[in-house]
């Protein structure tokens, strides 16, 4: 049987460490949960946890799930140096949402694609830059070594790992059990609200009102005007105070303008469009398509629970 151990490091999310409870629960694989030292560990809940394990317990570990843990300090060297060892004598490395952290602080995902919860993904890309940070995906298989967005993408990477191990009619009972999708493909895009770079004090006036007029043909000449500067000379210094370009962030903020609306409206899908400055239904489209993997009504839908009227 598959022994498959959960790493409980302090402050763990609850819900991050029953996800694996529940799916590597059942009859083709054992579940444990350790913690550095064995003994109670407090979670982000208000609650403490109890580890009736420590670290010697991921020596036989076929499987070993991190789940998330905040503040996002690093582990202790014990705890680093027994997921490399785990990791080197050939088991599987899994981190669910910002139990990323401690794998790339213990330099498992140095080289390889990994992601983690939408929020804390700049984040993960700056303390560790020798990590390829994804932040589009629910989650990446590196083989041995894989990582999963926040909370619900944790599900969907474990069943993936049941399908790997036993087929797809292994995963798709563990899903019944659970009342969840069966499979969803790593590559689909986070639902989320890109956080944008900071438009910085000096560019703080033209990006008001650049929001203020995005069902408008805004132009970067448009923008450079606003700011008193040439065209040439507004996009060098608001690249420099956003990192990113004037039509970039432009565009990005059309496409969130849109998402507020389907959310939070029963505009048409065409209306929609007009009102972000996307033009028309198609290029709205292919917008969400390429930034969310969906579709108009397909967003509303998740999102509102209900078809529009």
């Not at 991050?16 to 064995?38: M, Q, R």
């Not at 910085?200 to 995005?214: F, I, K, Q, R, Y």
Request: contains cysteine.
């Amino acid at each position: 049987m598959h022994r498959v151990v959960g790493l409980a490091l302090p402050k763990v999310v609850a819900f991050d460490l029953a996800i694996p409870a529940e799916v590597f629960g059942g009859e083709e694989y054992s579940f444990a949960v350790c913690a550095e030292s064995a003994g109670p560990v407090p979670s982000t809940t208000g609650f403490d946890l109890h580890a009736p394990l420590g670290l010697d317990a991921l020596d036989t570990a076929g499987t070993i799930v991190v789940p998330g843990y905040a503040p996002l300090v690093e582990p202790s060297l014990p705890v680093l140096d027994a997921l490399r060892a785990a990791s080197a004598r050939g088991a599987r490395i899994v981190s669910v949402c910002t139990g990323a952290f401690a794998l790339a602080a213990a330099g498992l995902l140095d080289g390889r694609r990994a992601t983690t919860h939408w929020m804390d993904t700049a984040d993960l890309a700056a303390r560790y830059p020798a990590v390829d940070v994804d932040p589009d995906t629910l989650y990446a298989d590196n083989g041995n070594v894989l990582t999963s967005a926040g909370f619900a993408a944790g599900i969907d990477l474990c069943l993936h790992l049941v399908r790997t191990d036993h087929g797809p009619e292994a995963a798709i009972r563990v899903a019944r059990r659970l009342v969840v999708a069966p499979h969803r493909e790593g590559g689909q895009a986070q639902f989320l609200q890109r956080p944008l770079p900071s438009s910085g004090e000096g560019m703080a006036a033209v990006c008001a009102w650049a929001l203020d007029h995005l069902s408008e043909p805004v132009t970067v000449a448009d923008l450079a005007r606003q700011a008193g500067s040439a065209p040439r000379t507004f996009a060098r210094h608001f690249a420099r105070e956003t990192g990113t370009t004037p039509l970039r962030w432009l565009a990005a903020q059309r496409l969130l303008e849109a998402r507020r609306l389907l959310e939070g409206t029963d505009l048409p899908v065409d209306e929609v469009a007009r009102r972000s400055g996307l033009g028309t239904a198609a290029n709205l489209r292919q917008h969400l398509s390429r930034d969310a993997s969906t579709t108009p009504t397909a967003y509303r839908r998740t999102y509102r629970g209900r078809r529009p009227r």
